[in-house]
Every structure is written in structure tokens, then in C-alpha cells.
């Protein structure tokens, strides 16, 4: 999508940014005594505790504000550890993450889904055993996906190169049919992309989305260069520029080491990702691409549930059961826009269409939230 966040935690615990704003509650939580409970509004984010002993963390999030909000746990460098986003006044959401040893972090609200957030000090105590280092299915489920990750980021290396080279050569029509194709590849692992700092908004940042004095580069400057204005005298540059941001992203992604709880989240995640930009047309916004977006997401989802399938099976098959019967019912609907070897472009949907989109993604969004709760078990 846009916005420097999103999911997969790196190991291991870091020291701090400077605290960029306050708000906070009680003094102290167990990773096992019950969930955080966190009250976000337009203007505070009021977490219960500030500290807890390592383990499986979970925060309760209460939107009591007026705009649709996300929370967030960082480490340094604004590395993700967990998030919940798309969090609509009055609803109530969680998030658990599994952090195995101590460190100070910090708590971030983001009241309308932008800018750093309304952030708090979190200090995690102690340490505790990774339940991977301990569970030889959930130790199997992290590998498998990690798998997945290097398999997509190769690809991405290689079709991002082609990309790039056909906008420096000029050739539009070469670009432009590109261009959707190695998105793909980006979008099936967005969320481990987003963890990295500035490297996602700097590789996929919507015009919509730029922070004052953010440089607009990355996917969607050239599609808006191929598709609206024409290539500009810098569109070679920001080719170059996009290159070497996706070799870096794919280096540092190298570095990580995921949880199980990771998979989890991720998996619903992406699911958010189709809710709030795919959905709604607003990521392609120049090429209207978005439904091979969409498909991506869906992939990368479906990825995550599968190397987790045999820890759901045991422990909640009906869940799984279910999933697998709405990851279906949206892979129909999806299938009903293909286009060759791609889809329609988003313009074409109708409105009964996408109203039908909609409620494909909410039946599925929900039982996904309950992987990362059932994985936690």
C-alpha cells in the first residue's frame, strides 16, 4: 500500500527513538496476565500498562474517537513488531505479538491512518522461549514461509530490473504492461516490506498518501509518469532509484527471523490492505490495476494460513474450514474479472461488483483475525 508501517516482527529487542508524543495508563502487564487494553481517540492513546514481562503480548484496542484509526508496536527504527490497522470508531480489535526478550519500544496510535502516530514509552522485562524454538510445527510454519518470501523476493529482483530498464529505454507500452505484473511480487509480501522504515513508502507510496515534504518515487510515480503525465526528464532516475530500494528491501529481508504470531497477523493484514485501498480503487490510482493487487494480497494471505495449516488444523479445524470456504468465495469473485492473463482494469467493475468484493473480504477478514489468537494458544 502507502504508509511506512505494517507487520513482521524482527527478533530480538532495540534500543529507542525519541518519544514523539505521550499518553498512558497503569504501570505494569504480564505477558500472560490478560490483554493491554488500549483506548484510542482522535487526539490520545491511552494504553493501560507500560510494561510487561516477555511473551505473547496481547492489546485490546478501542476506537473512541471519530475517524478510523490503527495501533501499532514499534522498535527501533520504527521496525513493526505488531499492528492492527483499519480500526473503525466504536469497534474494538486485538493484537498479539510475541516478543521473546526485553526492550524498550513504544506504542503508537494513528488516529486517520497517517503521520507518526500518538506514541508511548513500552518497556518489555525478562525473556521468554520463542514458541517456534519450542513447537516443531510452528518452528516448520516459519521456515515454510520464509520460503515463500525468498521465492517472490527473487522473482521481484529480477521483473523490477525489466520494469526499470523498459521506462529508462523509453518504451512505454513495454513499461505499462509491466508494470501490474511486478507488482505482484511486492504486494504477495507486503507486509514483510513494511517493515523496513522509509523503504516501502520510498518503493510504494500513493501520491494521496505523501507526508509534506515526502519526494514522491517508487511504483506509483512512474505509473502516474506512464499512465497520466508522460515520462518526465527525472523517470529514469526515480527507475534507478526504484531498483536499488527493492535490492535493499530484499537484503534486509534476509535478516528476518518471524514468529508464528507473525504469519498470523500477516495473513489479516493483507486482507486489510484489499479493505482500504484495493477495494476502493484508490491504490492504481493511474492505471486502475488494482485487482491484480488484490489478487496478490489474496496469495500472500493464503500463503501464510497454509504454512500454518497443520498448527490450525489440531488445534480449530471448523476455523480453518471456514477460511478456506471465504478464501474461496473471494478467489470466485476475482476469477469472474480475469481478463487473459490478467483482470479488468478497476474502471470496468460495476457497482454491484465491488458492493459484492466488499462483503467477500469482510466474511473472510473475520475468521482470519482469529488465526493469530489461535496460533497464541
Not at 532495540?14 to 487494553?37: E, N, V
Not at 490520545?44 to 510494561?51: G, H, I, R
Not at 521456515?143 to 521506462?167: C, G, I, N, P, W
Not at 522504515?197 to 518503493?203: V, W
Request: charged fraction near 25%.
Amino acid at each position: 500500500m502507502t504508509l511506512p508501517k505494517r507487520l513482521f516482527a524482527l527478533a530480538g529487542p532495540a534500543a529507542l527513538l525519541t518519544l514523539a508524543a505521550c499518553s498512558g495508563g497503569g504501570d505494569s502487564a504480564s505477558g500472560g496476565g490478560g490483554p493491554i487494553t488500549v483506548s484510542a481517540s482522535d487526539t490520545a492513546c491511552e494504553v493501560s500498562a507500560t510494561t510487561a514481562n516477555a511473551g505473547n503480548l496481547t492489546f485490546e484496542v478501542t476506537n473512541k474517537g471519530t475517524k478510523v484509526t490503527e495501533f501499532y508496536l514499534y522498535a527501533e527504527g520504527d521496525r513493526i513488531m505488531g499492528e492492527v490497522e483499519n480500526i473503525a470508531p466504536g469497534l474494538t480489535r486485538k493484537l498479539t505479538v510475541e516478543i521473546a526478550t526485553a526492550g524498550t519500544y513504544q506504542t503508537a496510535c494513528k488516529p486517520g491512518m497517517t503521520g507518526d502516530g500518538i506514541r508511548g514509552t513500552f518497556t518489555v522485562a525478562g525473556s521468554a522461549a520463542k514458541q517456534a524454538d519450542s513447537n516443531a510445527e510452528l518452528a516448520a510454519a516459519t521456515k515454510s514461509y520464509a520460503s515463500y518470501v525468498e521465492d517472490q523476493t527473487d522473482v521481484l529482483r529480477t521483473e523490477t530490473q525489466k520494469f526499470a530498464d523498459a521506462v529508462k529505454s523509453g518504451n512505454v507500452e513495454d513499461a505499462k504492461a509491466r508494470y501490474a505484473a511486478t507488482r505482484v511480487y511486492y504486494e504477495r509480501i507486503e507486509p514483510v516490506a513494511e517493515k523496513f522504515g522509509d523503504l516501502d513508502p520510498a518503493i510504494d507510496a500513493r501520491e494521496a498518501d505523501l507526508e509534506q515534504g515526502q519526494q514522491f518515487t517508487g511504483f506509483h510515480r512512474l505509473e502516474k509518469d506512464l499512465w497520466v503525465t508522460g515520462l518526465q526528464p527525472d523517470s529514469a532516475q526515480v527507475a534507478d532509484r526504484l531498483v536499488s530500494d527493492v535490492n535493499a528491501l530484499i537484503g534486509k529481508s534476509k535478516t528476518l527471523e518471524l514468529s508464528a504470531l507473525d504469519l498470523g497477523n500477516g495473513a489479516k493484514e493483507l486482507l486489510d490492505e484489499v479493505a482500504t485501498g484495493k477495494i476502493t480503487g484508490e491504490e492504481e490510482a493511474f492505471s486502475h490495476t488494482d485487482l491484480w493487487d488484490f489478487q496478490a494480497n489474496v496469495d500472500g494471505s493464503k500463503a501464510a494460513v497454509q504454512a500454518l495449516r497443520p498448527v490450525l488444523q489440531a488445534r480449530d479445524a471448523a476455523l480453518v474450514s471456514t477460511i478456506d470456504g471465504q478464501f474461496a468465495n473471494v478467489q470466485k469473485l476475482l476469477d469472474a474479472t480475469r481478463a487473459g492473463d490478467g483482470f479488468k482494469y478497476y474502471t470496468e467493475l460495476s457497482q454491484d461488483q465491488i458492493k459484492e468484493f466488499a462483503s467477500a473480504v469482510d466474511a473472510l477478514s473475520e475468521p482470519l483475525s482469529k488465526v493469530a489468537e489461535v496460533v497464541a494458544q
